[in-house]
């Protein structure tokens, strides 16, 4: 799923990682693992989710003549139990992580490249070979992916004579129009945590901000959107409370006309049979420029544990899942797109409704991509600037400018 979750300040995450290069060092000396199953950590706590990942797992394990075995736990716990598990020498074969978290563990040695592994990765996207790197070395790869698009209400648009917007002015125009009564025409995710960057970094990137230089400029316009939207009454001032699940439920109960959200909403929505929903790619500055929205998923990896055969077993299995039919066969049941260029091709084919997302992820890109292990504080420092533009606490230069220190400063 999308896995999004607040991340610790960056001297945390690097101590964690550092923590678990430690242990992981240590792996192959304690517990003598079973030689027949391979052991998976990852975040599949639901339990059609845990178990339609079982089913996979099997498919790929039966002809190696192994079996494998699950551990889940919360998403925002997973990096703490790696620990744990590292430090009692019982760390998993494969470790499913955030694509976020990849350099904080790739940058310490903890994670074994998965070319040394026996992954193959050919015929990936560029976007997913990108969110598994740290320094040009590939450590993790994801069966799926998902993004941000633009849902609308088929039917309050049309009862308003309107088309889903392609640019920012058209965006303000039609939000503008279907504002009324109890109903705002737009509404965003815009807490100060991991869900509100990543809503907030299609308008940044499309509009040619730059994580690694905040203050250039080039990002003030994409607050100002988001000013101006909220000045107008055409979204809420709510948004700064309101995370993903929060703007769905506004969509669903009729008080927005359009929403930025990703595919994960998908199965809530289709339970709505009266809602008649679709959906557009994110506007963008000037007509004719692709989105560059954020890439988010999780990526297998393989810890460095020095047992080489559990990691080439391993290695066996995740080429296994990423075999096009699997990886077609995932993301209809995630309703995320497949990251093998094939595989996402019959995906959009399989499921125009969703094809936005499809198109979305050719030009998205990975948030650790140019800042890397930094990127915790870069977000933090993202999420105090426009919490302070919408608040009407700061100008969106100002805002950024002081952004720029805080990520600097690794606060």
């Known amino acids: 799923m999308h896995l999004l979750r607040r991340r610790p300040p960056a001297s945390a995450a690097i101590a964690t990682a550092t923590a678990f290069l430690t242990v992981a060092g240590l792996a192959g000396c304690g517990n003598v693992p079973d030689p027949g199953t391979i052991t998976v ?20 394990a039966k002809p190696l003549g192994v079996k494998v075995r699950q551990t889940s736990v919360p998403a925002d716990q997973v990096v703490s139990k790696a620990l744990r598990m590292a430090s009692s020498r019982s760390l998993t074969d494969i470790l499913e992580l955030d694509g976020s978290d990849v350099p904080q563990f790739a940058d310490t040695g903890g994670l074994v490249p998965l070319k040394n592994a026996g ?5 990936m996207s560029g976007s997913a070979i ?74 940044f990137w499309s509009g040619g901000g730059d994580e690694a230089h905040l203050d250039n400029g080039r990002g003030a316009p994409a607050l100002q959107l988001w000013k101006d939207l909220v000045d107008q009454k055409s979204a809420s001032s709510a948004a700064v ?12 109960a009729g008080r927005t006309a359009m929403m930025i959200n990703g595919p994960w909403q998908v199965p809530v929505l289709s339970e709505h049979k009266d809602l008649h929903w679709a959906v557009a790619a994110i506007p963008v500055p000037q007509s004719g420029r692709p989105p560059v929205p954020p890439i988010g998923g999780t990526v297998m990896t393989v810890p460095q544990t020095k047992d080489k055969q559990r990691q080439g077993t391993s290695a066996k299995i995740i080429n296994c899942l990423n075999e096009r039919k699997n990886q077609v066969a995932w993301g209809e049941a995630v309703n995320n797109v497949p990251t093998r260029t094939a595989a996402a091709a019959a995906y959009k084919a399989q499921n125009p409704k969703l094809g936005p997302f499809a198109d979305e992820v050719a030009t998205a890109r990975s948030r650790t991509d140019r800042v890397g292990a930094g990127w915790p504080a870069v ?21 950024l400018k002081q952004a720029q220190s ?3 400063a690794g606060e």
């Not at 992954?119 to 015929?123: E, L």
């Not at 409370?241 to 669903?252: A, K």
Request: proline residues 4%.
């Open 41 to 60: 950590l990852n975040s599949a706590t639901d339990t059609l989710e845990h178990d339609q990942e079982q089913k996979f797992f099997d498919v790929c």
């Open 119 to 123: 992954v193959d990765v050919s015929g």
């Open 130 to 203: 990108t969110m598994g790197s740290f320094d040009g070395t590939l450590y993790g790869i994801a069966r799926s992916v998902n993004s941000l698009a633009l849902f609308y209400n088929v039917d309050l648009l049309k009862k308003a004579g309107a088309e889903p917007p392609a640019t920012w002015d058209q965006l303000k125009a039609t939000a503008r129009k279907l504002t009324h009564g109890k109903t705002y025409g737009m509404a965003f995710s815009a807490t100060p945590d991991a869900d509100g960057v990543y809503q907030f970094l299609p308008f």
């Open 241 to 252: 409370t309101w995370n993903q699940q929060d703007v769905n439920d506004q969509f669903i």
């Open 379 to 399: 977000s933090d420092a993202l999420a105090g600037a426009f919490q302070s533009v919408l608040t009407g606490r700061s100008t969106p230069e100002a805002a």
């Open 406 to 408: 805080r990520a600097t």
